[in-house]
């Protein structure tokens, strides 16, 4: 009797043990899975706040280089306008500086150069940024390099000497003419633009 009981106990009661370990299985693969979800929901969420965070830094690294960018080509802009404001008062600066490095060079050796150097340095006084940087500091030099030309050649006459330093000087009165040329060459004219001259050339 006793024993029967036991099986019969032992019949109930294995359903049960089995169920509980399914049951507990059940459970632990649910914890489990309801753990992996958390952390996929929460590595989610960190990415999601990553890429918002890179979002804004890349908008506001965007909008500062847009910045940077606009006013650099305000400060192009303003220096180009600057630069061909007065294109022809540069150019007429330029033939009239050339026009007083003829004179230099015709009075160079005569005693008129004291009053010529005189006029050109008012001159350059009056007109100096309206010339191209070289023909400035060019026109500068072959003024005081024309004044000092007779001193130099009448030192040189009594000393004997000093012929380099002559013709050092004489080379910064003439290249001017060259350094002013340069500097305000027109391009040449196109093989269409010759053709258009053409006709109103034949017809004068």
Not at 75 to 98: G, P
Not at 118 to 136: G, I, K
Request: proline residues 2%; neutral net charge; contains cysteine.
């Amino acid at each position: 009797m006793s024993s029967f009981h036991r099986s019969d106990w032992l019949s109930v009661i294995s359903p049960i043990v089995t169920l509980l370990i399914v049951a507990g299985g059940y459970v632990v693969s649910y914890v489990q899975e309801k753990g992996k979800n958390r952390a996929a929901v929460e590595d989610i969420d960190k990415l999601t706040r990553i890429a918002e965070d890179i979002k804004t830094e890349n908008a506001s690294r965007l909008a500062s280089i847009s910045h940077q960018n606009a006013v650099l080509i305000e400060q192009l802009k303003a220096k180009h306008e600057l630069r061909f404001a007065a294109v022809d008062r540069r150019l007429q600066a330029h033939q009239e500086a050339f026009s007083r490095w003829r004179k230099l060079v015709a009075n160079v050796h005569d005693e008129k150069i004291g009053p010529v150097a005189v006029e050109c340095q008012s001159w350059w006084n009056d007109n100096a940024l309206y010339l191209e940087p070289e023909v400035r500091n060019a026109f500068n030099r072959a003024y005081f390099a024309a004044l000092d030309h007779r001193v130099l050649v009448e030192g040189g006459r009594v000393t004997g000497g000093g012929l380099e330093s002559i013709e050092e000087n004489m080379r910064v009165v003439l290249t001017l003419g060259d350094i002013i040329m340069r500097a305000v060459a027109l391009p040449s004219l196109t093989e269409q633009e010759t053709k258009a001259v053409a006709p109103r050339e034949s017809q004068k």
